[in-house]
């Protein structure tokens, strides 16, 4: 009989729908302020000018909605696979290929910043600050990410055969 894979979604806390939300306002703003002011004596806006700065808002907009629904999913089956959507970033880690997993506190300080970093010892995931593990893998980059309780992702690792230790 099959196991049931491990299973966990964080939501991005606090500080990302922040972020997201001030995205938006900045780019409505910005693309508010030249719609609204009068333009220099002599030359108004063109249409490539108002096709350039509604473009630039549509795409800062759904950046900042996707930044506001961001979420990371962490699921271990076969390999070990943390995703964070919407956007495409996705970590599959074979179970053999898992040299250690070792628990640790993270925060923005000691994962370079928060969201996807590349940091000296590998990559970090960081939505919210809190507990989490850092995986060395065996030939690759290490990968450090947010999980409720690291304990219980250990023990699933462990449960499928993978070294932890």
Same mark, same amino acid.
């Given at each position: 009989?099959?196991?049931?894979?491990?299973?966990?979604?964080?939501? @991005?806390?606090?500080?990302?729908?922040? !972020?997201?939300?001030?995205?938006?306002?900045?780019? #409505?703003?910005? #693309?508010?302020? *030249?719609? !609204?002011?009068?333009?220099s004596p002599g030359r108004?806006?063109?249409?490539?000018?108002?096709?350039? %700065?509604?473009?630039?808002l549509v795409v800062t907009?759904?950046?900042?909605?996707?930044?506001? /629904?961001?979420?990371?999913?962490i699921r271990i089956d076969?390999?070990?696979?943390?995703?964070?959507?919407?956007?495409?970033?996705?970590?599959?880690?074979?179970?053999?290929?898992?040299?250690? #997993?070792?628990?640790?506190?993270?925060?923005?300080?000691? @994962?370079?910043?928060?969201?996807? /970093?590349?940091? *000296? @010892?590998?990559?970090?995931?960081?939505?919210?600050?809190? *507990?989490?593990?850092?995986?060395? !893998? /065996?030939?690759?980059?290490?990968?450090?990410?947010?999980?409720?309780? *690291?304990?219980? %992702?250990?023990?699933?690792?462990?449960? /499928?055969?993978?070294?932890?230790?």
């Amino acid at each position: 009989m099959r196991r049931a894979p491990y299973e966990e979604a964080l939501p @991005s806390g606090r500080l990302m729908p922040v !972020v997201g939300i001030a995205v938006i306002a900045i780019a #409505v703003a910005a #693309v508010a302020l *030249p719609l !609204v002011l009068p333009p220099s004596p002599g030359r108004g806006l063109d249409p490539g000018d108002v096709a350039v %700065l509604l473009g630039t808002l549509v795409v800062t907009v759904v950046l900042g909605i996707g930044v506001v /629904r961001m979420r990371q999913t962490i699921r271990i089956d076969d390999v070990l696979e943390v995703r964070v959507s919407p956007f495409w970033y996705r970590r599959r880690i074979p179970l053999d290929r898992i040299a250690s #997993v070792t628990p640790m506190e993270m925060n923005g300080l000691n @994962s370079g910043g928060w969201g996807i /970093r590349l940091i *000296p @010892s590998g990559t970090a995931i960081l939505l919210d600050n809190g *507990p989490g593990v850092h995986v060395t !893998v /065996r030939g690759k980059r290490a990968l450090r990410f947010r999980c409720d309780d *690291p304990d219980a %992702l250990v023990a699933a690792l462990e449960a /499928r055969g993978a070294s932890v230790r």
